[in-house]
Antibody
């Protein structure tokens, strides 16, 4: 069955970096546009980033532009989010999902705190 | 950025009642509007995409309607698992955006 499994979350100090991974299985990953979406504790959903099937088209939310980098490795069925210059307001559960929204991972928690 | 405003913030209803949730966009999103249900501690689940299409496995009690800037999610008869938070989501333009959510709670 379809599975998306995020990893790489954790506690990091302000200004630090973290790399999230999302491992896909049960579907042809290379055929799907992918996104990252986050949810701060007790808050709503915030779209973060999008990547096309080949990686040639990428979009970011203004709140992360210039600090986060989305990428993918279709040979490894994996999606990534490199997060630099992290701020307290980046604290959230980060979900990977396909563009259509019918496949979601369980999320990985990122906490930015000193 | 397209702002999505959901109303009401909270809906208090009993099982078996009808729920009507609204989502208004700050500019037209054509028909590229989706609805999700999120239970505590879980990832959101897609209910409706492109305004009115039910996602795979979603029961017929869920229906969506609207176009342009005004959209509605209707749950014809609330089941226990429907007491949750609902989000609308537009993918008409970049950045994609979500509404702030409507919580459907047991009255």
């Amino acid at each position: 069955q379809v599975q998306l499994v995020e990893s790489g979350g954790g506690l990091v100090k302000p200004g630090g970096s973290l790399r999230l991974s999302c491992a896909a299985s049960g579907f042809t990953f290379s055929d799907y546009y992918m996104t990252w979406i986050r949810q701060a504790p007790g808050k709503g959903l915030e779209w973060v980033s999008y990547i096309s099937t080949s990686g040639s088209t990428i979009y970011y939310a203004d709140s992360v532009k210039g600090r986060f980098t989305i990428s993918r490795d279709n040979a490894k069925n994996s999606l990534y989010l490199q997060m630099n210059s992290l701020r307290a307001e980046d604290t959230a559960v980060y979900f990977c999902a396909n563009y259509e929204g019918d496949y979601w991972g369980q999320g990985t928690l990122v906490t930015v705190s000193s | 950025e397209i702002v999505l405003t959901q109303s009401p913030a909270t809906l208090s209803l009993s099982p078996g009642e009808r729920a009507t949730l609204s989502c208004r966009a700050s500019q037209s999103v054509s028909r590229y509007l989706a609805w999700y249900r999120q239970k505590p501690g879980q990832a959101p689940r897609l209910l409706i995409y492109d305004t009115s299409n039910r996602a795979t496995g979603i029961p017929a009690r869920f229906s969506g309607s609207g176009s342009g800037t005004d959209f509605t999610l209707t749950i014809s008869s609330l089941e226990p698992e429907d007491f949750a938070v609902y989000y609308c989501h537009q993918r008409s333009g970049w950045p994609q955006t979500f509404g702030q959510g409507t919580k459907v709670e047991i009255k």
